[in-house]
């Protein structure tokens, strides 16, 4: 089993930046890829970006390329998410996930992660 805890979510002006952090505890070594996900009221869960746990290659959605940056520590099991130039349609609920072998085409997709943290909230105002 894998647990995963999100901080560092609050509410910033358009513009301006957060950096959420996941730490995961339990069986962390059997963790091959980490994704963020986020979910705005009334959509679907959409992905963010992805970075493989060993190698540290990363994966990113169209749109938040060149302005979000993830990253993880592998001492402190530590997953991030740094978010600049953030905008209103950034706002959402920001879940990481734990799942199954790097494939960076794959690690797009919800099904391929096994777990999932609770989430935190990010709220972008124009």
């Known amino acids: 089993q894998v647990q995963l805890v999100e901080s560092g979510g609050g509410l910033v002006q358009a513009g301006g930046s957060l950096r959420l952090s996941c730490v995961a505890s339990g069986r962390t070594f059997s963790i091959p890829t980490m994704g963020w996900f986020r979910q705005a009221p009334g959509k679907e869960r959409e992905f963010v970006a992805a970075?493989?746990?060993?190698?540290?290659?990363?994966y990113y959605a169209d749109a938040v390329k060149g302005r979000f940056t993830i990253s993880r520590d592998n001492a402190k099991n530590t997953v991030y998410l740094q978010m600049n130039s953030l905008k209103p349609e950034d706002t959402a609920v920001y879940f990481c996930?734990?799942?199954?072998?790097?494939?960076?085409?794959?690690?797009?997709?919800?099904?391929?992660?096994?777990?999932w943290g609770q989430g935190t909230q990010v709220t972008v105002s124009s």
């Open positions: 970075i493989s746990w060993r190698v540290g290659n990363t």
């Open positions: 996930a734990a799942g199954a072998a790097w494939i960076a085409t794959m690690s797009s997709r919800p099904s391929w992660y096994n777990y």
